[in-house]
Nanobody, 122 residues
Framework: QVQLVESGGGSVQAGGSLRLSCTAS????????MGWFRQAPGKEREGVAT???????TYADSVKGRFTLSLDPAKNTLYLQMNSLKPEDTAMYYC????????????????WGQGTQVTVSS
């Protein structure tokens, strides 16, 4: 059973930056897909960015050029660097991992963290 623990959320003003972290345990856990998803109040969960075992990344159009996904295999930790944040980025951000096509569809992931809140004020 994999455990995903997110951290790094918080409150920032528009234009600010945050870095989210997601650590998978046990250390021996491996999957070919990891990613970040978000859910705003009253909205469905949506994909933000995913990475596969070849370090190929996929980003939602809404975050391209602003968010950067990276993976540190030595720490089994996934990072999401979020720059130029906008109020519409406000949401609970979830880390997910699984074996699959590494697409932005949250229905394709079975393993989820508890989430970390990101709030961007105007």
């Amino acid at each position: 059973q994999v455990q995903l623990v997110e951290s790094g959320g918080g409150s920032v003003q528009a234009g600010g930056s945050l870095r989210l972290s997601c650590t998978a345990s046990p250390y021996t856990y491996r999957s070919n897909c990891m990613g970040w998803f978000r859910q705003a109040p009253g909205k469905e969960r949506e994909g933000v960015a995913t990475i596969d075992s070849d370090d190929s990344t996929t980003y939602a159009d809404s975050v391209k050029g602003r968010f950067t996904l990276s993976l540190d295999p030595a720490k089994n930790t996934l990072y999401l660097q979020m720059n130029s944040l906008k109020p519409e980025d406000t949401a609970m951000y979830y880390c997910a991992a699984d074996w699959g096509w590494c697409r932005l569809n949250p229905d394709e992931y079975k393993n989820w963290g508890q989430g970390t809140q990101v709030t961007v004020s105007s």
